[in-house]
């Protein structure tokens, strides 16, 4: 695998015949919800087609942030920086998380008003968050080049390390005898008078009761196999990592041109803090009504082209019967190739704001795709359409941060406790009970 280098899981030898449930999906969100569910008490199997996090979860920026976030998700990732600050001692493994604080620039009068505004939405819980001015921001960092109206500040965010986290977090779910079982995609459910009764496996079956789809990008054509329509795209996003770099920013950056998070190891990630790369698709016709409002929202971000990978999903089938090999097994991990250009002009401006970064030596570049849903807002579920079944996807670039958070959220739709926040902004049906589709935050 030409991505990131991420810690190795070694999935179980042996196919368990019967659990309560079956998570499908070995990523951040997989990761997460299996842990809170074994913590519970409950048995789990956790079914990964690839390798633990091998997809957008190790790919991403690293940040663990509730600034910035869509108001919608505020109150889920106040809940997940509360289980990020102890998730190292919880699992028993490094995560590599770090409360460090995030900035996000304001290049004018006109974004800094809108930063302001934004931070309202913190109120309540006393989470250290402030506005700096341009002066604050030039005593901070004295050896930057920005010429800003200032910047949004929040020190309650934080940072973790992406090849760290889901296996560390897959691990401890196994510690408290969750089965975790890699190179073993899920083909399909099985159903008993119309509610859940196991999984098909290309291992095996497995008998169960409820079942957690936590498939990233994969997950609209798992649920159209099952007659289930979930409007989805992919997005990617290419990112490089530098060698250890003394004298640059402790916090978390982003910029219009760049967005860079220190690593663990003393170097830094680095990607283009504002554009994006969308494949034209067979799946970008078919769900161009529902995206529209989305497309109209963040089209100068977005960079549109058609290529091989219109032709690499138009022969991916939708349909597939369960005696025979599914797409997932022919497609084992997401891997695009990174765009240069894109990366590289995130290097350069970076470089100016920060000159620190003309000694930055570049040792991997990598990209991933980014699951996205019309609104940017994740679906966190149960399916009334089959009893037992439950979605948690379309995190659209925000799943790292607030992953712990929405397994725990899933847990507890999963096992009928008080949900540990309002599940309304997450339901399954909004895009198909005519409610209104809002993109309210761009980042």
Not at 172 to 192: N, P, Y
Request: net charge neutral; proline share 6%; with cysteine.
């Amino acid at each position: 695998m030409p991505g990131p280098y991420v810690v190795p899981v070694q999935g179980d030898a042996e196919l368990p015949k019967e659990v309560d449930v079956v998570v499908i999906g070995g990523g951040i969100i997989g990761t997460s919800t299996s842990l809170e569910l074994a913590e519970r008490g409950m048995r789990v199997a956790l079914c990964e087609k690839g390798g633990i996090g091998h997809e957008q979860s190790s790919r991403n920026w690293g940040w663990v942030r509730i600034s910035r976030r869509d108001p919608r998700e505020v109150p889920l990732m106040a809940e997940a920086l509360r289980i990020w600050a102890d998730l190292d001692r919880r699992t028993g493994r490094d995560t590599g998380y770090k409360r460090a604080g995030i900035v996000f620039t304001c290049a004018d009068d006109r974004a800094y008003a809108e930063h302001e505004r934004w931070n309202k939405n913190l109120e309540g819980y006393q989470l250290e968050s402030r506005m700096l001015s341009a002066k604050d921001f030039r005593e901070k960092y004295p050896g930057s080049d920005m010429k800003l109206a200032g910047a949004l500040y929040t020190a309650a965010d934080g940072r973790a390390e992406p090849q760290k986290a889901a296996p560390a977090i897959a691990e401890a779910a196994r510690d408290k005898g969750a089965h975790i079982l890699t190179e073993c995609a899920v083909r399909g459910l099985q159903l008993s008078g119309g509610r859940v009764s196991g999984v098909v496996t290309e291992r095996g079956e497995i008998a169960c009761k409820s079942v957690v789809l936590a498939g990233g990008a994969w997950s609209s054509l798992f649920l159209g196999n099952n007659g289930l329509d979930l409007p989805q795209l992919k997005v990617m996003n290419s990112v490089m990592r530098t060698k250890p770099l003394e004298g640059g920013p402790e916090e978390a950056i982003w910029s219009s041109g760049f967005a860079i998070r220190k690593r663990q190891d003393g170097g830094y990630t680095i990607a283009n803090g504002f554009q994006n790369i969308v494949d034209i698709v067979p799946a970008s016709f078919r769900y161009a009504t529902k995206f529209l409002p989305a497309l109209m929202h963040e089209w100068r971000s977005l960079s549109f082209r058609f290529g091989g990978r219109f032709y690499d999903e138009y022969r991916i089938p939708r349909r597939w019967e369960l005696d025979e090999p599914s797409p997932f097994e022919y497609h084992r991990v997401l891997d695009p190739i990174p765009s240069k250009a894109m990366a590289e002009s995130a290097l350069v401006k970076l470089k100016k704001a920060f000159p620190v970064f003309e000694r930055a030596e570049i040792t991997q570049r990598w990209a991933g795709l980014i699951d996205v849903t019309p609104d940017a807002v994740p679906v966190i579920d149960a399916l009334d359409a089959i009893p037992g079944f439950h979605v948690a996807t379309g995190f659209s670039g925000h799943g790292f941060g607030i992953g712990p958070a929405a397994g725990r959220l899933m847990a507890d739709i999963v096992t009928g406790r008080e949900p540990v926040v309002d599940r309304k902004a997450f339901r399954f049906g909004r895009f198909s009970d005519g409610s209104k589709i809002e993109l309210i935050s761009g980042f």
